[in-house]
């Protein structure tokens, strides 16, 4: 079956830039809604975007100025990249699998997620 | 932006039904999906399209929604039911996925 792996720095100075990639195994990352979600310790769920294998994306309103989501359907994996991060920043961060269908109401949901990846935005 | 709001902490004895509500405006014309995450751990999808079950989720776990209303009911609690529960919809208005808050379930 389809599984997620998150990767990347764990540690972020404050004013630089979060890079992760999730590597997508055991499926083609053709199709479906490749995400991000991150969630701060001891606290919910946000979600922060996703890119269609096509390449077209959407992202969080919060969130959308300092927001990058890329494909790289040869290698199949897709990068978050978070800009001008603070403190409010350090989160787990998840990579997941989207599921959209279009009928008379959208509907969204993500299923596998990957394990997860600690990001701690500190100096 | 659309809010999903879930009761912090829900109770339930091992066996009894265990009811997690999530609230919204007009959420029974939206689509629900509730995910399952235990400590440390990656959610997990347990009810997708409102009442849908993913392949591997006991029948135990269903899902229901009308009105202002969504709620995931777990029938015959176990132990290893105790975990932090969320919604979740697609917010069509505002073209972005929306998570309600969290739902605590302690297993007594």
Known sequence: ?123 | SYVLTQPPSVSVAPGKTARITCGGNNIGSKSVHWYQQKPGQAPVLVIYYDSDRPSGIPERFSGSNSGNTATLTISRVEAGDEADYYCQVWDSSSDHAVFGGGTKLTVL
């Open chain 1, 1 to 123: 079956q389809v599984q997620l792996q998150e990767s990347g720095p764990g540690l972020v100075k404050p004013s630089e830039t979060l890079s992760l990639t999730c590597t997508v195994s055991g499926g083609s990352i053709s199709s479906y809604y490749w995400s991000w979600i991150r969630q701060p310790p001891g606290k919910g769920l946000e979600w922060i975007g996703y890119i269609y294998y096509s390449g077209s994306t959407n992202y969080n309103p919060s969130l959308k100025s300092r927001v990058t989501i890329s494909v790289d359907t040869s290698k199949n994996q897709f990068s978050l990249k978070l800009s001008s991060v603070t403190a409010a920043d350090t989160a787990v961060y998840y990579c997941a699998r989207g599921e959209l269908i279009v009928a008379t109401t959208p509907a969204l949901w993500f299923d596998p997620w990957g394990q997860g990846t600690l990001v701690t935005v500190s100096s």
